[in-house]
């Protein structure tokens, strides 16, 4: 091992010493989900009525897979495997159809919630001296009582300045002398050009790292904030279905998300055929909880994409590795037939030198045909000069997001802080054609 740990003899675990926890682990899980109305029905369907029929970790692959829509129709009660009473908090999501999903914890699952935010923050190098700034949404959100939580455990001083209020977490960043941050990445920019807009010299503050999560961003995002900043910013992925925060992060080398498979068990499928993949192969993550008494899922479809990474980690640890989140299965865009992940806008924009930190894509039908429209912020100096510099970098956007998308967008460049920024995950896409 070469890297600090909160919890080492389970990040350096052997390989098969780590299955065989899983195994005991699923099997544990399996008593409890037989518990739930929803999973007795499901698993009754494959003829698992009782936990000793998990033979082997690979009988995961004949549970059925659970979806959100799952979760939907199980509201609010029909997956909780334990009594009310020992039921210290719920976290629910109303997503973007606005019927709602419930996960609920005992102090057991608060606990282990904790240790795997713990080990997280502890791999990209968190220490008790740490001054630690959390600027996401305290409650239902599970980014702020995560983080928040986690942090305490390794004795960091917490600063639960949840999100927005932007003069306010720089005053706080100031005065307490900041060292860690915890934020999505486009607030993350967003404060950056506010601490800019306040001549405030970003490379004096005391900030030395950040975590960066929720929201899918591009490496050259994340090295947009590395630069800015002067820091190292360590990518953060969890779902609320998962507990939040905790379920993969990046360590010291930043070579992808470690994703604690003592707690959860990974599997990477063909979102169309629901076969699993290789190693390296594109596909939705599923999840299985391994350690949650009060609302186990099994085979969790996810909706991410990303793939395994493969080879060791130089860290030791051996727990393996998510590849960048390359955005989700329902995000997709098709634009006049060709498939498209804002993702890839993302990464390409984000590479052009005069483009700023923020950036809109609109898409509306015009005629038969779909029209693409990117908003962009441009960088202050541009607006300062000629407009005709304004329009050669606008016409080099649309030719370099040609090569990249295969689609030409139309480009407006709009000065810097112009565009609306949310204070929790950036709304970027909108989509204004009709659906049928
Ligand atoms: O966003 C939990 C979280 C909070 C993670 C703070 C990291 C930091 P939800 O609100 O349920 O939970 O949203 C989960 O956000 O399924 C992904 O689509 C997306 N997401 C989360 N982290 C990343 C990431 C929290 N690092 C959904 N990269 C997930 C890309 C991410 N997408």
Known sequence: MNAPAWNPAIEFMEREALERLQLINLRKTVTLALRTPFYRRRLAEIGLNHPEDIISLRDVCNIPYT??????????????????????????????????????????????????????????????????????????????????????????????????????????????????????????LHLQAALTSEGVDTTKLALQKAFIGAEPHSEATRGKIEN????????????????????????????????????????????????????????????TTLQRQATPLLRYRTRDLSHLVSGYCPCGRTHRRLARLQGRSDDLLIINGVNIFPSQIESALMKIPGVGVNYMIHIEKRGSLDRLLIKAEGDAMLFASHPHTLDKLRERIGELLRSAILVKPAVELHPPGSLPVSEGKAKRVVDLRPTF
């Open 67 to 188: 979806t959100k829509d799952d979760l939907r129709e199980a509201y609010p009660e029909g997956l909780l495997a334990v009594g009310r009473e020992q039921v210290v908090r719920l976290h629910t999501s109303s997503g973007t159809t606005g019927t709602p999903t419930v996960i609920y914890h005992t102090q057991h699952d608060i606990d282990g919630w904790t240790e795997l935010v713990a080990r997280c923050i502890v791999a990209a190098g968190a220490t008790r001296h740490d001054i630690f700034q959390n600027m996401t949404s305290y409650g239902l959100f599970t980014g702020g009582l995560g983080l928040h939580y986690g942090a305490e455990r390794i004795g960091m001083l917490v600063i639960p300045a949840s999100s927005g209020n932007t003069s306010r977490q720089i005053d706080l960043m100031r005065n307490f002398r900041t060292t860690i941050v915890h934020a999505t990445p486009s607030y993350l």
């Open 228 to 287: 800015l900043f002067g820091i190292q910013a360590y990518n953060s992925y969890g779902l609320s279905e998962m507990n939040g925060p905790g379920v993969a992060f990046e360590c010291l080398y930043q070579t992808g998300l470690h994703l604690w498979e003592d707690a959860y068990i990974l599997e990477i499928i063909d979102p169309q055929t629901l076969q699993p993949l290789a190693e390296g192969e594109t596909g939705e993550i599923v999840l």
